[in-house]
């Protein structure tokens, strides 16, 4: 199982990203994938997440600015960020629950995570 992150980068506050996340090595479009965050000082935070039914779950800091979606034909998962703020500044990680649909909470429920890519927003 792999996955790659890309998309990272600086922009300013109120701009926008895309994120990717480029998997392979197992069925993904059936199970559970997430995007994490992590920044400097803090515990990795789960931004949002996708089942194997698609029922999709966000975090109150980034409802309404980030969405996540999913394009099964290229295995891959994205994440648009939008009305970016300095908080969001992180570095984002894809993660997946190779073999379950469901998407619980917490990192311990997720068996592969990708390199990371970093997202820096300046005010």
């Known amino acids: 199982v792999q996955l790659v992150e890309s998309g990272g980068g600086s922009v300013q506050a109120g701009g926008s990203l895309r994120l990717s996340c480029a998997a392979s090595?197992?069925?993904?479009?059936?199970?559970?994938m997430a995007w994490f965050r992590q920044a400097a000082g803090k515990e990795r935070e789960e931004v949002a997440s996708?089942?194997?039914?698609?029922?999709?779950r966000y975090a109150e800091s980034v409802r309404g600015r980030f969405t996540m979606s999913k394009d099964n034909d290229k295995n891959t998962l994205y994440l648009q960020m939008n009305s970016l703020a300095p908080e969001d500044t992180a570095m984002y990680y894809c993660?997946?629950?190779?073999?379950?649909?469901?998407?619980?909470?917490?990192?311990?429920?997720?068996?592969?995570w990708g390199q990371g890519t970093q997202v820096t927003v300046s005010s």
């Open positions: 996708i089942d194997g039914f698609l029922r999709t």
């Open positions: 090595g197992y069925t993904y479009s059936r199970f559970c």
């Open positions: 993660a997946a629950r190779t073999t379950y649909r469901t998407c619980p909470s917490g990192t311990a429920a997720f068996n592969a």
